[in-house]
């Protein structure tokens, strides 16, 4: 059954970066559509980024476009969010999810109801 876990969160300061990894133990991710969401206290959830299963085509939420760049590496089954110039808005629980049947902007816009969920991954941006 698929795990996913999320790594690499934490601190950062405004303008700065952090690499959030999603991974699963019985390497099975290649079979999925994956997406990162975020939620802030106060803040209903969204879908930051995801990206397709086997051609690498991704979606990008206005608010991190040309910051945040989603890649993966299904002999690996692992999938990368390299976030750069992080802003105090930035700062969230982030989360991993996977989904099969489905593209990346629909994932990422939609309420992925199917998909298996990480436990989240804490992400803070301040001086």
């Known amino acids: 059954q698929l795990r996913l876990v999320e790594s690499g969160g934490g601190l950062a300061q405004p303008g700065g970066s952090l690499t959030l990894s999603c991974d699963d133990s019985?390497?099975?991710?290649?079979?999925?559509?994956i997406g990162w969401f975020r939620r802030a206290p106060g803040k209903e959830r969204e879908g930051v980024s995801c990206?397709?299963?086997?051609?690498?085509?991704?979606f990008y939420a206005d608010s991190v476009k040309g910051r945040f760049s989603i890649s993966r590496d299904n002999a690996k089954s692992i999938v990368h969010l390299q976030m750069n110039n992080l802003k105090p808005e930035d700062a969230a629980n982030y989360y991993c999810?996977?989904?099969?049947?489905?593209?990346?902007?629909?994932?990422?816009?939609?309420?992925?109801?199917?998909?298996?969920w990480g436990q989240g991954i804490k992400v803070d941006v301040a001086s």
């Open positions: 999810a996977a989904e099969r049947f489905t593209t990346p902007q629909a994932m990422c816009s939609g309420d992925p109801a199917f998909a298996t």
């Open positions: 019985t390497f099975t991710l290649g079979y999925y559509t």
């Open positions: 990206i397709s299963r086997e051609d690498g085509s991704s």
